[in-house]
Each structure stands twice: as C-alpha cells, then as structure tokens.
C-alpha cells in the first residue's frame, strides 16, 4: 500500500463533513449563531435597505429620471431627427418628442351622442410611446397617422368605443386607443397624441429623455443639448429634477451609511462569537486534535479541518438565518432588500465565520501533541 | 504475507531536556532499531521511555544529536515533513486507545489512512480485514463508548495498522489491558515485525520485554536526575550491544 503522506482534499473535506456532524452541539452552535447574525441584520440592516430602496423607487417613479427640452417660445425650430439623435445617447433609457397642439379638436359627429362636441388639443409626436403605457381600451398607434387619446380627452370627447376618428379644422384623424398617460406623458392625458407621418414630422415643442441612471442626470442632460437639431438653440430651455437626484443621494447616502455600519458592527460581534464557539470546541476536542497530529496530521490539515467545520456549520447558519430574516422582514417591511444584498450578506456572514474560526483552528493546529498525549 | 520494507531507526548522540535549563532527560543516546524486530523500552517511571520513543516519532525535536530514518537524519525537517513522513510511514500505539469518542470504529481505524493520502476504497478494505482479523468486526459501526476497553485498544491496533506502516510506535500499549487482550496486541506487533518492519514500544511489562527481539533498559540516575543510566544500561536480551542497541559514551 502506497502512502502519499498527504491526504487527499476529497477525503479531508469528506471528514470534515462527518467531523460537523460527529461533533453536533458544536456545529449547532456555530449554525445557529451564524443564523442569528443573518436574522438580526436582515431585520436591523435589511429592513433599512429595504425601505430605502422603497423610498428611492419612489423618487425614481416621481419622474427624477426625466430630462425635458423645451421650446418655450415656439421659435427654436427643433427638428424631428433631434429625438432619435436624443435616443441614441448613452445613458438615455427613452426619448419621445411632441410637434405643437393643433387647433380645437372636435369629436366626431356620429361618435358623440347626448353632449355637446368638446374641444381637446392634438399634438404629433416622434418616436415610440413607453412600452407600459396603461391602456383603457383599443390599442397604441399602429401605424404613422395613428393616434391614441388620453383617457381625460376620451372623457371630453366622449370616445365611449375607446375608437374614431377626430377632426381638426383640416383634417380627420383615427384614434386607435385610449390611455392613461402618466408619469413623463402626464402632461397629455388631456390630449390626442398622433403619430408623425415620416416625412410630414412639424418641428417640435417638447422632447422627454429618461435617462437609466438618475446619478448621470446632469452629464446626459448636457450632452442632450449638444445632441438637439434646432434652428435656435439657444432658444431651448433643458429642464432636470436635479433637486431629487439631490435628495435621491442625500437618503441614498444617509440610509445606505447607517445600513453598513450596523451590518459591519453585527458581522464583527458574530465573528466574535463565533471565533469563542470555535475555540471551545478546539479546547473541548484537544485530545483529538494531538492525536491526529502524532498519526501524522500536518498542521495546514489540522486547519482545514477546523475551517471546514466552521464552514458548513455556517453555511447551515446562513441558510436557515436568512430565510428567518427574509420571512421576518416580509412582515415587519412589508418588502424585501435587493437580491444583491440578501447574497452579499449570506457571503459576507459565512466569511466572517470563517475569519472568526482561523485564530482557534491555529491554536489547534500549533498545539504540541506530546504536551495533549502524556495529560490523561 | 505482506511484506514491508521497514525503516531504520538511528539516534545518534541523542540528547533531549523539555525545555532550556531543565534537567537533560536523555544525554548523547546511540541507538539503532532494525527493520524486521521488535524492540522494546523499559525502565522505570521517569525514566525518559516514552520522551525517547516521541524522539524516534519526530514528535519531538533532540536537543542535541540526530536522528535518522534509513540513514536520512530526519531531525531537522520542517514541521510538515515530518508529519508527511509519520504519516506515510509510521503507526501509534496510546496507552488508552485514544479514540475519538464521537466517530464509529471504522472511522476511528480509517483516521490514519485519511492523513497518509490512501485511497479510501482501499483502506476501508484494510480496515475490514483488520477488525475481522482481531475479531471486532461485528463493531464497526459502533462507537467507543459502547466497546470494552480491550476492544478499544484492539482498534487502536487497527488504526496503527491500517496504513501498513514502516514503523509502529507503541506506548505503553498493554498498559491498561488484562493478560488476554495484551497478549493479542503484542502477538499483532510481533507479526507485523516479521513482515519486516520496525516496531518499537516503550513498556513496563517484563514479560513483553523477554519476548521482544532487542530491549532497551533506561534507569534513572542514582543523583536522582532523569537521564540514561551510565552503567548496564543497555540489554540486548543478554547477547551484548548489537541491533537495537543503544549506549552511554
């Protein structure tokens, strides 16, 4: 029989596997401390992240990411390829422009029954509407000279089809849908939006970019004004909710640092306690430990034992604590931090466990094996 | 028969005190154990038996002087040659079985087959034929609290075995068993002997001091410090100094 002298990692890892369940009340305790350390920073630290990434949502959806290029006083002349140009940006998620409101619009005779025709404004517009746009009914333009109503000019027109054709004083246009325009497109609910002809496009009064990110908000809308094909442009006005992506980064920022500082401080306090679980399970398992070195256990095997151990103990932990703290921050939060975060923790706590576990395990393996053999 | 290559046990001027300024437990020792025979330490408590049979297992470092494996002075190598080398080459024998309480028998024998890197398809197979050879098999998957202590020394025996070792070690083997299961656990190293290794093992009993191949006497001085009697030390079963002998200049 030939011996190496070296044990095989398969086979250490396979004995450390048995020596975590050998020596259960150890593991246990390990786990169930790496269990507690996920659970309290998941329902300290998570629900922190949780509402702040709640709070940043809603910041976001108030419309922070939203750059708007006007031509306040209808001369600047902006040309309808500025919106694909505006689109082709880095960092701009969307880009739609707006042409000027025709006159009055009036409904449609033979579609209106019981109310006086109403006026609504109609405006063309370039480029493609938002994908989740909110329908009432019908569908979105299919087609160049298509239009769509937004729900409050369908009440005022009175589009009980959700469908029909409108006029305007020279000519008749097909509504295809009716929609509730929010968010950046709020604006138009009140009004028909048609979709350009190609070749037929009216200068526009409006171009709306949301950019991906709100932290690049001023560095996209400046090269949004680069990016604009006017006549005039310096008559356009570039408008930015930078006061929001202020204050995005100021709770970002405030939220954020409480969050890890209190994840540092309960990680720190768990790999405490877990390196005092270790070590009396080495002090508890010294007998071991000598005799494994008099049969020919190295110091580095010693250590990889003892990590092993640690690390399925932990990871057990981790495990169990981090569907505890998931379900506890469900209720207590009522949602739930990032994935991201939820992963980094469950990392980041089984790391510490292990870091918590070197100091014993060298303790074992440095221990003198004659000293442990010759004490009863 | 397997047979097994043994290794050459040499101390040369062996000198050994547990820490700097202590009193010298062993003082320049010469000795050399050959493959293939049982030698045996003996003397009284104290006496630095089992401090020279660590020396021998490089579980110790010397003091002074050497010792070597086959000629190769092994006294000098970094801690994890030396662990490699007890691995791969050598087995241990405690006093008091020293098995690990929270593991069946069978893992107790395979814990040394783990460290010596043997494929454990091939040391399990070992160690089924060595727990049926001593007759414990029936055992296996139970743990050391529910053996007796007989049995439990028969499965350190097991584990000292497992491996084939070069070289085994024995400690007070017998120490703590009945005249029964003594004789099993000496008649397993004689055997182990024959099949050409070195088996070396520090003991009080007389009876397995007649029966070994080389005896080692090491007496305490008459002033009373722990060091290797100057006179009559050694005992080579009354042929006179020779293979396992060791000597005082």
């Known amino acids: 029989m030939t011996s190496p002298g070296r044990p095989r990692p398969t086979a250490l890892l396979a004995d450390g596997i048995k020596a975590t369940r050998a020596q259960l009340v ?18 300290t630290a998570g629900r922190s992240a949780a509402t702040e990434r709640q709070v940043l949502a809603s910041i976001e959806d108030a419309g922070s990411r939203l750059i708007t ?14 919106v694909s140009a505006v689109a082709d940006l880095t960092g701009v998620a969307w880009a739609i422009g707006f042409g000027p409101a025709s006159d009055a619009v009036i409904a449609n005779a033979g579609t209106v029954t019981g109310r006086a025709p109403a006026g609504v404004p ?78 037929d496009a009216p200068d526009l009064r409006f171009i709306y970019a949301v950019v991906d990110n709100v932290g690049s908000i001023d560095v996209v809308a400046t090269q949004v004004q680069a990016a604009l094909r006017a006549d005039q442009p310096g008559q356009v006005t570039i408008e930015t909710p930078s006061a929001i992506a202020t204050l995005r980064d100021v709770v970002s920022g405030q939220l954020g640092s409480s969050s890890r500082q209190l994840m540092a401080g309960i990680l720190g306090v768990g790999a405490i306690v877990v390196l005092i679980t270790m070590l009396s399970l080495v002090s508890a398992k010294r007998r071991d430990f000598g005799r494994r070195r008099a049969l020919g256990a190295s110091r580095s095997a010693i250590v990889v034992l003892v990590l092993t151990q640690a690390g399925l103990a932990a990871l057990a932990g981790a495990v169990v ?21 939820m992963a980094g923790l469950a990392a980041l706590t089984v790391l510490a466990a292990l870091v918590g576990s070197v100091p014993p395990a060298v303790i074992a393996a440095r221990r003198d094996p004659v000293r442990i053999l010759r004490i009863p | 028969m397997v047979t097994i290559e043994g290794v050459r046990l040499t101390a040369r001027d062996l000198t050994f005190a547990y820490r700097r300024g202590a009193p010298v437990v062993l003082d320049r020792l010469n000795l050399e154990c050959e493959p293939g025979s049982v ?27 050497s010792v070597e494996w086959d ?37 107790n024998v395979l814990e040394s087959a783990l460290f010596a890197g043997i494929d454990p398809q091939t040391a399990r197979q070992r160690a089924d034929e060595l727990l049926a050879e001593f007759g414990i098999s029936h055992r296996g998957d139970h743990r050391p609290g529910e053996i007796s202590g007989g049995q439990a020394q028969r499965v350190a025996l097991c584990r000292a075995l497992v491996t084939n070792p070069d070289v085994v070690f024995g400690d007070e083997p017998t120490g703590n068993l009945d ?45 009373g410090n722990d060091s290797i009697h100057g006179d009559g030390v050694v005992v080579t079963n009354g042929v006179g100094v020779g293979n396992g002998a060791g000597e005082r200049p």
């Open chain 2, 179 to 223: 005249a029964d299961s003594a004789r099993i656990v000496w008649d397993a190293l004689i055997r182990h002997a024959a099949c050409g290794a070195t088996v070396v093992v520090a003991t009080h009993d007389e009876s397995l001091a007649q029966a070994a191949d080389h005896t080692i006497v090491i007496d305490l001085p008459d002033d």
């Open chain 1, 26 to 43: 150890a593991s246990v305790a390990a786990a169930l401390v790496v269990a507690l350390v996920c659970l309290i920073v998941l329902v």
């Open chain 1, 122 to 199: 109609v405006r063309t517009y370039v480029g493609a509407l938002p994908v989740d746009v909110t329908m009432v009914g019908g569908r979105l333009p299919g087609r160049p000279g298509e239009a769509v109503a937004g729900s409050g000019a369908a009440a005022r027109l009175g589009l009980h089809d959700n469908a029909g054709p409108v006029t305007t004083t020279n000519e008749s246009v097909p509504v295809v849908g009716v929609a509730d325009l929010t968010g950046a497109l709020a604006r138009f609910n009140d009004s028909v939006i048609v979709a350009a002809l190609p070749d």
């Open chain 1, 69 to 82: 290029a006007i031509d306040t006083m209808g001369g600047a002349g902006i040309r309808p390829e500025s």
């Open chain 2, 39 to 65: 030698t045996v330490l003996t003397g009284p408590s104290g006496a630095g038996k089992s401090t020279l049979l660590y020396l021998l297992a490089l579980l110790l470092p010397a003091s002074q002087g």
């Open chain 2, 71 to 107: 000629g190769r002075s092994v006294e000098s190598l970094p801690d994890g040659e030396r662990s490699r080398l007890r691995a791969a080459h050598s087995g241990f024998v405690f006093q008091d079985a020293m098995l690990d309480p929270s593991r069946t028998v069978v893992d």
């Open chain 1, 321 to 341: 604590g981090m569907i505890a703290g998931v379900i506890a921050v469900r209720v207590l939060a009522g949602s739930l931090p990032s994935t991201s975060f």
